[in-house]
T-cell receptor, first 113, second 113 residues
Framework: DQQVKQNSPSLSVQEGRISILNCDYT??????FLWYKKYPAEGPTFLIS?????DKNEDGRFTVFLNKSAKHLSLHIVPSQPGDSAVYFC????????????FGSGTQLTVLP | DGGITQSPKYLFRKEGQNVTLSCEQN?????MYWYRQDPGQGLRLIYY???????QKGDIAEGYSVSREKKESFPLTVTSAQKNPTAFYLC????????????FGEGSWLTVV
């Protein structure tokens, strides 16, 4: 049973436009969410996170939105750049337990020049 | 520079052989983790360690073993009991075990031939 789902395996966006990557979760106990970016044959790098007490967190071109009632989070990248082309993983964890992250299956973002 | 170093980057193993993947961090992080990534799938947790001389099984620990004799080192042994060992293995660490982001190494490709 996948507790964190990224239903779009791939997304293509034109350079300069907005990229929106989506993530849904089923475990209402999740209270901390992260986005990682991964290039082929490299380890994921941390992008941005959000605690469940917030509904938005912004860092430069990256903004994460959290909708707790819908159990949905999204990552917005504005403007998109060709260097943003990578696989993006969302991850979630639960307070009070061992902070094991549960990862989604990833979305391949391709930014077209 | 602080970081997480995994070695080797690429490793070939014959069926029936054990192989050990190295993971060293100089970030002074307490917690360390091993994940496995298969094509089209998210990261799955193999083992984690919150503190020296202590480690816990993750979601897919069968066929793997670990040790944590030093804070900075968390080697993973892929044993011959692991049925499908060919994968991309990622080591990670975090400062604590609660409310902290985890950071990844560059990964190790293991191929069984």
């Amino acid at each position: 049973d996948q507790q964190v789902k990224q239903n779009s395996p791939s997304l293509s966006v034109q350079e300069g436009r907005i990229s929106i990557l989506n993530c849904d979760y089923t475990n209402s106990m999740f209270d901390y969410f992260l986005w990682y970016k991964k290039y082929p044959a490299e380890g994921p790098t941390f992008l941005i996170s959000i605690s469940s007490i917030k509904d938005k967190n912004e860092d430069g071109r990256f903004t994460v939105f959290l909708n707790k009632s819908a159990k949905h989070l999204s990552l917005h990248i504005v403007p998109s750049q060709p260097g943003d082309s990578a696989v993006y993983f969302c991850a979630a964890s639960v307070a009070g337990s061992a902070r094991q992250l549960t990862f989604g299956s990833g979305t391949q973002l391709t930014v077209l020049p | 520079d602080g970081g997480i170093t995994q070695s080797p980057k690429y490793l070939f193993r014959k069926e029936g052989q054990n192989v050990t993947l190295s993971c060293e961090q100089n970030l002074n992080h307490d917690a360390m983790y091993w994940y496995r990534q298969d094509p089209g799938q998210g990261l799955r947790l193999i083992y984690y360690s919150q503190i020296v001389n202590d480690f816990q099984k993750g979601d897919i620990a069968e066929g793997y073993s670990v040790s944590r004799e030093k804070k900075e080192s968390f080697p993973l042994t892929v044993t011959s009991a692991q049925k499908n060992p060919t994968a991309f293995y990622l080591c990670a660490s975090s400062k604590g075990f609660s409310g902290n982001t985890i950071y990844f190494g560059e990964g190790s490709w293991l191929t069984v031939v």
